[in-house]
C-alpha cells in the first residue's frame, strides 16, 4: 500500500477561544484530544481547502462535500470558530474566507523520515506527533479540491 504525508497549508492558528483538552482526552482521542474545540484565526490564506495548525486541521465547505459523497469513512467533522485577524484584514480587506469544519482523521500510524509503521489501515491517519497520512485513494480525492500549497512526501513501510 502506498501512503503519503500530507503537510498543509499552515494559513493562521489556534485562536483566543481553542479549548484545549485533558491528559485523559489526549490517552483517549491521540493527539486530537490535546484540541477539544478549535479557534482558527486566519492570518493569511492561499486559497487551499485544507489547512493545519497543529495538531488540528481544517476543511473547506467544497472539501466536506466532496468527503461526504466519498466512500471514505475514515474521519470525522466537527463545528469550529473561524475568525480573521487584524492583520489578514488589513491585508485581505475585500477577500471571503468560505465555511470551514474540523477534520479529524481516525486512523493511527506511526512515522519515522519517510517511513511508516503500524498503521491502522484507514484512509486518513494521524501520527502521534500530529502528522496527516493519507492512502492514494484519500490523496486521489484531496487533489479534487485545491491543494496546492500542500506537500506531499510518498512514504515506504
Not at 37 to 46: A, D, K, R, S, T
Request: net charge negative.
Amino acid at each position: 500500500m502506498k501512503l503519503f504525508f500530507i503537510e498543509p497549508e499552515v494559513a493562521g492558528g489556534h485562536g483566543e477561544q481553542t479549548v484545549y483538552g485533558t491528559e485523559e482526552d489526549i490517552v483517549k482521542e491521540g493527539i486530537s484530544g490535546k484540541v477539544e474545540f478549535l479557534h482558527y484565526e486566519f492570518e493569511g490564506w492561499l486559497g487551499d481547502d485544507l489547512l493545519e495548525s497543529t495538531p488540528a486541521f481544517i476543511v473547506s465547505s467544497l472539501l466536506e462535500t466532496e468527503l461526504q459523497k466519498s466512500d471514505i469513512k475514515d474521519y470525522k467533522l466537527e463545528p469550529c470558530l473561524i475568525t480573521t485577524s487584524d492583520v489578514f484584514k488589513e491585508m485581505h480587506p475585500n477577500k471571503e474566507i468560505p465555511l470551514f469544519s474540523r477534520f479529524i482523521p481516525l486512523g493511527k500510524i506511526e512515522v519515522e523520515g519517510e517511513h511508516f509503521t503500524n498503521w491502522s489501515g484507514h484512509h486518513f491517519c494521524l501520527s502521534s506527533k500530529g502528522e496527516l497520512v493519507v492512502t492514494q485513494k484519500a490523496l486521489g480525492l484531496l487533489k479534487t479540491v485545491s491543494i496546492d500549497n500542500c506537500y506531499i512526501t510518498s512514504l515506504t513501510y
